[in-house]
Each structure stands twice: as structure tokens, then as C-alpha cells.
């Protein structure tokens, strides 16, 4: 059997990245990406980073700092995320046959019938490549094990005279370098396990190597084993190529202001519940019973309130009416008068095949004409963008959504937010 | 030279425009049947490289002389090398604009527009090419309101 080789490919500050790509002005400026609702740093370029801004740093801490930096700040705009990182998967496929998506920016590719010798080039190759067709910088790390690939990453990142690839294929260079490699951040080390190996005496990658695997289930559970023998070079993980079938589905968002009414809720719920509604019917599957949460912003001093209701169908359902209507109906049961809610959400778990549902004896409805309006609803919404075609539930004016004050345009999905080229 | 395993370039949603209006026959069946092909997609007509190709829209009339129009939607594949004569979206000191390339004694951009000057490329100029313009929507009949 021959050696596996992995390589973990990702876009170098992949949120910011995007926005670059169609806004130029920005490309020597200090970009970051507030999380949904404009809460906290999610993505920051290096610039950003020398500033001072950290990883999940509040937003109103540090709109001062972005304002005197000269911060481009912009809110999530997952469409064009999306989107980017579909073209830059599509790239890998040119270079690989099997290709993990492992996140939105990560993706593991498997390089093992590339010959040792060719894979640094290779990786050269892949990094110009997406970069050229697709505007976003990348790095890559190559190992004979995916954890291996994920260090190799990280040192990639770090150590820029490796020009974006490192390759631990070789033992000897492994070695040192992984002497050199904290061993909180080597990937399925968690914090608190960090306090733990260091009383073991391990700090680095290379202690973590040397440790007995079996005296690593303590500190690192049973994954630490696993852990051990892949930065040894002993593969144990493979790619995952095919996404195991979801167990749960779970829409939830923050408000853009305190929901006071039990209308608001019920709107923002019965919009989630649509939407969850989708997503079942993206991956066939049906569900069985809905749970409905609201919570208080658990911070600011507001009188705290969280409660969460689940309602179970007569039958497992993937149409949205259904589930708005199970939704509604917990909403209902949760509300208090005089809660302020910062968030709720719809979860959807216990996840069955929409073929293999049983129909109810009593009570089950005209499945195939509900999905035929559920297929149609959904094909007017991807046609004509999503939201189009919903419940009159969902509301109107919507005074609860999520902000996204400073989302960029949807460049590459709306033919009305193309980027615009000044002929002058 | 390292061989590569390509899978191809995979579209996005496909739009098919049927090249034969094939009624249904009940009685002989149709004499073009064994003339059928498949149908002309638009979208691979216009999008060689799917992955690497953008659409962006047109700001201004500066371009008429190569038939682009304010507010014309253009097809920008990333991945060509540009070549002398192509009209390329660049960037020109972080802005975005639209340009015809002259590669001759030095690179330079040009606007296509005879009452428009001769656009010289300052020296101490940051150019960088975004993507080469393979196509031009423009649309011949007005949307009525």
C-alpha cells in the first residue's frame, strides 16, 4: 500500500478575502467581518490583526479603533462566501479526484497519487491557480495524515518565506518542526486539555509525539489517541466525501432590536420555520417534531427570560405550512408578556427520509398535493431569489431581522448587485 | 510537467433553449428524430470556465466604440491571459474600470470612444488586470415600464 498524502487548502482571511476580490479600494486597508447582527469580529486581515483586533472581539469595543485605523468593516454576506467558495472547490476538483469540503474555506484534497517530489509544485500550481481564477489568496499544507495537513497548514500561514505551502511529508523536517508547533494548536486539542499536557510535560506537537497514547486518554479523551498516532504519520482519518446524513436542522437568529410582542415572535418563528422547511426538503428528509426557543439578551441587565416548547406532527412533515404552523403553536405556548427577546430559533431534530415517513391513520394530509406547492414555492424562490414566495405569517416589514448594516452586494448571485466597471 | 486528473468544468443552473420545436406526434413518428441533438445552452456558449467568470455591469459611455453600451451586462472570465486589443476590466489606482489593452512599446489602456481623448496611462500608476471581457449583453429591445 502506498503512503496517503493530504493537503488542507484555505482562503487566507477567506471572509475578508471575498470582499477585496470586488472592492479594490480596500486592498491595502485593513479589512474585518462582523458576525450575523453585527455582533463581533469574525474575519480580519493581517492588517487587522497588527491593529490589535482579536478573533470575536464586540464590535461596539472596538468601532472607536476601526474608526482612527481606517477599518473597512463590513456585516457577513454569506451569499458571496458561499458562492466564492463553490468556484474555489471547483478549481480543486481540476487537481484532485476526491476532495473533502471540510468548511466553508477548508477543503482536504487527497494527493497520494501525485508523486512525493511533484506535490509542493502541485500545491504552487493549485494556490495560483484559484488565486488567478478566483481573486482569493490561499495556503496549503501537505502531510501524510489530515492532522499532519492541518498543521502544515497553519505553519503556512505563519512563515511566509515558504511562499504559502509546507510540506511535512519528510520525517526528518517534521520533526523539527513540530517541536517547534504549540500543541494547543494542533487540531482536536481543545484549551482545557492544553492545562493538562502541559503537567504531562507536553507543549509542543513534537512532546505530543512522544507521549504514550494511552496515558493521552486522559487529558485528551479517546480522541487523543487518535490524535497521536496521526501526527506520528499513521493515517486514521480518511476523507469524508459523502456528507453523513443530517441529524438535526436548526434556524436561529439574533434580533436586530428587543421583540416585545407575541405578533413579532410569531412572525420571526413562522420565517424560520419556512426556512427550516427548505433546508428539509434540500436533503429529503422530514421531521417529526419542531422546538421553538426565545431567550432574553442575557447581558445587559434585561429581566432574564429563555423558554423553549417543542411540538410534535401527526405525521413527519417537510412543508413549511406545517411547520409554521407547529411553530406558532409553541411560540404561543412559550410567550410571557413583558419578555424582551434578543433571539429565537427553530430545531428541527429525529430526521427521517421523507420516503420512508408513515402515513397517520387520522389526520394525515394530501402529501403529494403539499408537495407539489412546496416544490413550485421553491422553485419560484430560486428563480427569483429567496423570500420571494413565502407564508403570510412570515410578516411584511419584519422589524425583527437580523442587521447586516454593512453587508457588501451580493456581486456574483443578483444580476441587480453586479459589480459596476466605470467605463470613464 | 505535472499531468493533472481534471473532472471538468461543472456549470451552474443550466438554461436550455430548444433547438427544434418537436410537436407530438401521434401518428408517424417525427422524420428529425434521428436529426435531434442537444439543446443550445446559453450559458455554455457564454461561460468557458465557469469557476473563473463573473458578470459585471457597465458604468458610463466611454466604451461605444467597441459596442458597449451604460448599463450593458459583460461576461469576465479571470483565468485568459490578456492579450493586445482585449477589453479587460482594471483596476486603476483601486477603481474599477472598464479599458481596452495596447501591448505595444509599453502596456496601456484606452478608452473606445472617438470624442473621447487618447487615455495615456500615467507612469506612477498601480494597474492590475481583474479579468478579460469575453462578452457583451446588451439588450436591443426596451423594457417597457
Known amino acids: 500500500m502506498t503512503p496517503k498524502a493530504f493537503a488542507l487548502i484555505d482562503g487566507n482571511s477567506f471572509y475578508c478575502s471575498c470582499e477585496r476580490v470586488f472592492d479594490p479600494g480596500i486592498a491595502h486597508r485593513p479589512v474585518i467581518v462582523l458576525s450575523n447582527n453585527d455582533g463581533c469580529a469574525v474575519a480580519r486581515t493581517s492588517e487587522a490583526k497588527a491593529l490589535g483586533i482579536k478573533m470575536g472581539d464586540p464590535y461596539f469595543k472596538i468601532r472607536d479603533l476601526c474608526r482612527a485605523g481606517r477599518v473597512a468593516v463590513y456585516s457577513s454576506n454569506y451569499t458571496l462566501y458561499g458562492d466564492m467558495s463553490r468556484r474555489m472547490n471547483a478549481v480543486y476538483d481540476q487537481f484532485a479526484t476526491d476532495v473533502e469540503i471540510y468548511s466553508i474555506d477548508e477543503s482536504f484534497l487527497d494527493l497520494s497519487g501525485y508523486a512525493p517530489a511533484d506535490r509542493r509544485e502541485l500545491a504552487q500550481d493549485l494556490r495560483s491557480t484559484v488565486r488567478k481564477w478566483t481573486g482569493v489568496p490561499t495556503c496549503v499544507g501537505i502531510g501524510p495524515t489530515k492532522t499532519l495537513a492541518k498543521v502544515a497548514n497553519a505553519i503556512a500561514k505563519k512563515e511566509l518565506d515558504l511562499a504559502g505551502v509546507c510540506d511535512l511529508s519528510d520525517p526528518v523536517e517534521r520533526a523539527i518542526r513540530l517541536d517547534r508547533f504549540p500543541v494547543e494548536d494542533v487540531w482536536g486539542v481543545g484549551r482545557a486539555s492544553t492545562a493538562k499536557l502541559a503537567a504531562l510535560g507536553v507543549n509542543t506537537a513534537g512532546d505530543l509525539t512522544r507521549l504514550d497514547p494511552k496515558l493521552a486518554r486522559k487529558p485528551l479523551t479517546v480522541v487523543g489517541e487518535r490524535i497521536i498516532h496521526e501526527l506520528r504519520g499513521m493515517a486514521c482519518l480518511d476523507l469524508e466525501m459523502v456528507t453523513p446524513q443530517r441529524k438535526g436542522i436548526a434556524v436561529t437568529r439574533s434580533f436586530g432590536r428587543p421583540v416585545t410582542t407575541l405578533d413579532a415572535l410569531l412572525e420571526a418563528v413562522s420565517a424560520y420555520a419556512f426556512r427550516a422547511g427548505e433546508k428539509l426538503r434540500r436533503h429529503g428528509l422530514a421531521a417529526s417534531h419542531l422546538t421553538v426557543f426565545a431567550h432574553s439578551n442575557l447581558f445587559n441587565g434585561d429581566a432574564p427570560f429563555s423558554a423553549s416548547m417543542t411540538e410534535g406532527m401527526i405525521e413527519a412533515s417537510s412543508d413549511s405550512l406545517v411547520l409554521i404552523a407547529a411553530a406558532s403553536r409553541g411560540a404561543q405556548r412559550l410567550w410571557r408578556p413583558g419578555a424582551k427577546l434578543a433571539k429565537a430559533g427553530v430545531i428541527l431534530d429525529d430526521l427521517v427520509r421523507a420516503e420512508n415517513v408513515p402515513a397517520a391513520l387520522i389526520g394525515g394530509r394530501d402529501r403529494e398535493k403539499a408537495a407539489r406547492m412546496m416544490a413550485a414555492i421553491d422553485a419560484v424562490n430560486a428563480k427569483h431569489g429567496r423570500g420571494s414566495v413565502t407564508s403570510a405569517a412570515v410578516g411584511i416589514r419584519k422589524a425583527w431581522q437580523t442587521k447586516f448594516e454593512m453587508r457588501s452586494p451580493r456581486y456574483t448571485t443578483r444580476v441587480d448587485e453586479l459589480p459596476a466597471a466605470r467605463t470613464g | ?145
Open chain 2, 1 to 145: 510537467m505535472i499531468v493533472r486528473n481534471p473532472k471538468g468544468v461543472v456549470l451552474g443552473d443550466e438554461l436550455l433553449v430548444p433547438m427544434f420545436a418537436h410537436a407530438i406526434c401521434a401518428g408517424f413518428p417525427s422524420p428529425a428524430d434521428d436529426f435531434l441533438e442537444d439543446a443550445v445552452d446559453v450559458a455554455r456558449l457564454l461561460i468557458t470556465n465557469a469557476p473563473a467568470t463573473f458578470l459585471w455591469r457597465v458604468d458610463g459611455a466611454s466604451m461605444t466604440g467597441v459596442g458597449i453600451f451604460d448599463r450593458d451586462i459583460l461576461v469576465v472570465d479571470r483565468s485568459l491571459e490578456p492579450r493586445d486589443g482585449d477589453v479587460v476590466v482594471a483596476i486603476v489606482d483601486g477603481e474599477r474600470s472598464l479599458k481596452r489593452l495596447t501591448l505595444g512599446a509599453r502596456p496601456n489602456l484606452a478608452f473606445a470612444n472617438s470624442r473621447m481623448p487618447v487615455y495615456e496611462l500615467p507612469d506612477l500608476v498601480d494597474v492590475e488586470i481583474w479579468g478579460v471581457v469575453t462578452w457583451n449583453l446588451h439588450r436591443l429591445r426596451a423594457i417597457r415600464r
